[in-house]
């Protein structure tokens, strides 16, 4: 099949990437013209496991086409997938100006019979702006389908490829056809294609985030009420996951969510909520929860220092928002960096991958460097943002020989408690007891 992705960021690369990957022929666009020159080159623009071998693969079978033209990118193909931003507007609901601009820039451009299918996380109602804003132009036929996208930065293509489900919102039967016939390789082993109408999968995709986004929130909250009552949140978090109706996923406690979805995602289904006079109670509430999380390790930094940072230099290990990416968007660590930095601290940070992306938004206000123990040099404190598993099990002799104290500050519970105490350093993580040597 001929398929047309508009926008080519870390959905829309991967979804053009997996239906070329199964013998579609797919063309790229974006308005990027840095993005489709590196991308048309064999650069890949974006850090996701296992992407850039079957990028190469379908760029050399000539299966995947990158162009800024929308026109020419749209030519022939029967499905036309738009992977549009939809960030935040001014009062917290998601800005439509991408997905409605292409999709009247479209409405210009057809002249037979195509499925437009919205992959962008959109509002109810969407899918019947999208259809009016493509009318306005063209007057033949054409669907609006819904399906939006469920794969996680940092496993996408094992997402895309392996989906536990796919979402296809259309009360087209036309539509539904091409749909099956497109997502047949990707659910051979029996997951589900759930058809349903055009409103009720744009809403699927909200409710699933903010219900995982509230899941994280209350752990921790359990985590905050485990420090108060002197309880560790990891023997709270077994106990509780062996119930398959709770399910051991997504309980671990941390500094926050953040990334480019659940953030903007809680807050616009609030506004949703909002526009027809619901007061969405719980979720007002993660976002609340969520903000303080993210600077929940500073109190105990203030304590540990006297409430005197000015001079203290500290050293940052992770700055994406979860480890396997490099996608820094609402990451808490940035939030960190500002607080430590508005003190008078000074920090020096590694990351695997999300480095270019931080220097590139903040410049050298912090220091960069290329591996994990050179950034503990003449540290009065270790701070871990991101659960990266090289940080793991790193060796602690050399961290003990280069920090200056042997601090550390863990946002992920990252390490145990007894090797901690064994090892002699004070270490504070999330919801479990603090160890002081
Ligand atoms: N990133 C995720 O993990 C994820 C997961 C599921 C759903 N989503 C949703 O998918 C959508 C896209 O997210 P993303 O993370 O891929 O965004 P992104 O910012 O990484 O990519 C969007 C791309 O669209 C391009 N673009 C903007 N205007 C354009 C235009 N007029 N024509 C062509 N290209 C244009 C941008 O240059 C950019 O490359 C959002 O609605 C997001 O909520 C994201």
Not at 22 to 41: F, H, M, P, Q, R
Not at 325 to 333: H, K, M
Request: aromatic content about 10%; charged content about 25%; overall charge negative.
């Amino acid at each position: 099949m001929k398929i047309a992705v508009v926008g080519t960021g870390y959905v829309g690369l991967v979804t053009g990437t997996c239906f070329a990957e199964t013998g579609n022929y797919v063309t790229c666009i974006d308005i990027d013209e840095n993005k489709v020159k590196k991308l048309s080159a064999g650069e890949i623009t974006i850090y996701e496991p296992g992407l850039e071998k079957i990028f190469l693969r379908n760029l050399k079978e000539k299966r995947l086409h990158f162009t800024t033209d929308l026109a020419t990118g749209i030519q022939d193909a029967a499905v036309i997938f738009l992977a549009l931003p939809t960030p935040p507007g001014e009062n917290g609901s998601a800005d439509l100006k991408y997905i409605l601009g292409v999709s009247e820039e479209l409405g210009k451009l057809l002249t037979t019979y195509r499925v437009i299918v919205d992959k962008s996380t959109v509002p109810v109602g969407t899918a019947d702006k999208v259809h009016a804003a493509i009318a306005k132009n063209y007057t033949g036929e054409f669907d609006v389908v819904s399906n939006p996208e469920f794969l996680r930065e940092g496993v996408a293509v094992d997402d895309f490829m392996k989906p536990d489900r796919v979402v296809i919102g259309t009360t087209s039967e036309r539509a539904k056809k091409v749909m099956t016939d497109l997502y047949g390789p990707f659910v051979r082993q029996g997951n589900p294609l759930v058809f349903m109408d055009e409103r009720s999968a744009e809403l699927t995709k909200y409710a699933a985030n903010s219900f995982l986004a509230t899941k994280i929130t209350f752990m921790n909250e359990i985590a905050r009420l485990c420090e108060l009552l002197g309880a560790d949140v990891d023997m709270i978090r077994k106990g509780m996951g062996g119930d398959e109706r709770i399910g051991k996923r997504f309980l671990f406690p941390g500094i926050g969510y953040g990334g480019s979805c659940f953030p903007k995602d809680v807050q616009a289904l609030v506004r949703s909520s909002a526009e027809v006079n619901y007061d969405f109670k719980i979720l007002n509430a993660v976002m609340n929860v969520n903000e303080k999380q993210k600077l929940h390790l500073i109190p105990a930094i203030h304590s540990y220092f006297n409430n005197d940072l000015k001079g203290k230099h500290f050293a940052l290990w992770g700055l994406a928002f979860k480890p396997n990416t490099d996608d820094i968007r609402e990451a808490p660590a940035l939030y960190i960096i500002d607080a430590l930095l508005k003190e008078g601290a000074s920090i020096t940070v590694y990351d695997p991958e999300a480095m270019k992306n931080v220097r590139s938004q903040l410049g050298n206000v912090i220091k960069y460097v290329d591996n994990q123990y050179d950034a503990l040099e003449n540290a009065d404190a270790l701070i871990i943002a991101t659960e990266w598993s090289e940080f793991r099990t790193p060796d602690f002799e050399k961290m003990s020989s280069v920090i200056k104290n042997k601090v550390i500050f863990d946002g992920r519970n990252v390490f145990d408690l007894n090797q901690m105490t064994d090892l002699g350093f004070y270490y504070v993580s999330i919801g479990r007891k603090i160890i002081k040597p």
